[in-house]
T-cell receptor, first 110, second 118 residues
Framework: GESVGLHLPTLSVQEGDNSIINCAYS??????FIWYKQESGKGPQFIID?????DKRQGQRVTVLLNKTVKHLSLQIAATQPGDSAVYFC?????????FGSGTKLNVKP | NAGVTQTPKFRVLKTGQSMTLLCAQD?????MYWYRQDPGMGLRLIHY???????AKGEVPDGYNVSRLKKQNFLLGLESAAPSQTSVYFC?????????????????FGDGTRLSIL
């Protein structure tokens, strides 16, 4: 999951395994959610998004699940690769304001 | 594809100095944003703009000013730099809700400006 603080939670997975990264959002009125990937020294990169009228959305090797009842968002990465190592964070938005989590560091072991 | 370009990439300032960070986007986006990212924290919104000639305050606007004289550029100014402003600054842009059938659009980010204030 994500937390505010100096130390990011870390998820370590073996290459080829599936990864699940979780995010708890705060605003029940948020209607649009995004997952970003941030590699060291780079800006956040869009991965996948989902609107509040959906529960699940799939992309290439990634799936986002949205549970509005408990205000929970998850990112599933299939067959995790070394290139997936990065910090992943979610964003929620209402109208044109975005709110970002602090992120989870994904470490892929070869 | 250039996308969002930030200059400079790195800068070291002394307390009290001023500087301007430049953000340029070539995607014809209406919205532009400035964030700061500090260790272990989420991106925090400094100022944003919903169109040319408009700006608005975000979550942490104190000590910063912005201008959007042209649609493609969004400038962030530090009038009198303080050590607390040491951070990584990210610019982002997106289409407006109005231009995309009333739907939010993802933000596209630059690669950041790493700023140290001594």
């Amino acid at each position: 999951g994500e937390s505010v603080g100096l130390h990011l939670p870390t998820l370590s997975v073996q290459e080829g395994d599936n990864s699940i990264i979780n995010c708890a959002y705060s605003n029940s009125a948020s209607d649009y959610f995004i997952w970003y990937k941030q590699e060291s020294g780079k800006g956040p990169q869009f991965i996948i998004d989902i609107r509040s009228n959906m529960d699940k959305r799939q992309g290439q090797r990634v799936t986002v699940l949205l549970n509005k009842t408990v205000k929970h968002l998850s990112l599933q990465i299939a067959a995790t690769q070394p290139g997936d190592s990065a910090v992943y964070f979610c964003a929620e938005t209402e109208f044109n304001k975005f709110y970002f989590g602090s992120g989870t560091k994904l470490n892929v072991k070869p | 594809n250039a996308g969002v370009t930030q200059t400079p990439k790195f800068r070291v300032l002394k307390t009290g100095q001023s500087m301007t960070l430049l953000c340029a986007q070539d995607m014809n986006h209406e919205y532009m944003y400035w964030y700061r990212q500090d260790p272990g924290m989420g991106l925090r919104l400094i100022h944003y703009s919903v169109g040319e000639g408009t700006t608005a305050k975000g979550e942490v606007p104190d000590g910063y000013n912005v201008s959007r004289l042209k649609k493609q550029n969004f400038l962030l100014g530090l009038e009198s730099a303080a050590p607390s402003q040491t951070s990584v600054y990210f610019c982002a842009s997106s289409y407006s809700i109005a231009s995309r059938q009333g739907k939010n659009q993802p933000q596209h980010f630059g690669d950041g400006t790493r700023l140290s204030i001594l």
